[in-house]
């Protein structure tokens, strides 16, 4: 069964720092790219942020370039999404999801997680 769980959101001040997990399994890891999509309320998702699992190549919304990092632990199969001088704008659910390959078209991301909340108050 694959299943792709996400972790690690909660409430922050803004300026503040969270760090998300994506923990996968039931499909080859090494064979997929991960990605980082939110959504905020009456919003459409948008791609921030993604790392292809077998060349670490890495890509980022302009939102969001300079203030995250994403990375890649492929012995724990773990996709991690490192996040710094948050903003209120910041606020959604963030989802982690695998595609062949890192794509804006949110439509070629395979499989889903259930998604975590961010909240950052001002």
């Known amino acids: 069964e694959v299943q792709l769980v996400e972790s690690g959101g909660g409430l922050v001040q803004a300026g503040g720092s969270l760090r998300l997990s994506c923990a996968a399994s039931?499909?080859?890891?090494?064979?997929?790219?991960i990605g980082w999509i939110r959504q905020a309320p009456g919003k459409e998702r948008e791609g921030v942020s993604c790392i292809s699992s077998s060349d670490g190549s890495t890509y980022y919304a302009n939102s969001v370039k300079g203030r995250f990092t994403i990375s890649s632990d492929n012995a724990k199969n773990t996709v991690y999404l490192q996040m710094d001088s948050l903003k209120p704008e910041d606020t959604a659910v963030y989802y982690c999801?695998?595609?062949?390959?890192?794509?804006?078209?949110?439509?070629?991301?395979?499989?889903w997680g259930q998604g975590t909340q961010v909240t950052v108050s001002s």
């Open positions: 999801a695998a595609a062949y390959s890192c794509s804006a078209r949110l439509y070629e991301y395979d499989y």
């Open positions: 039931g499909f080859t890891f090494d064979d997929y790219a």
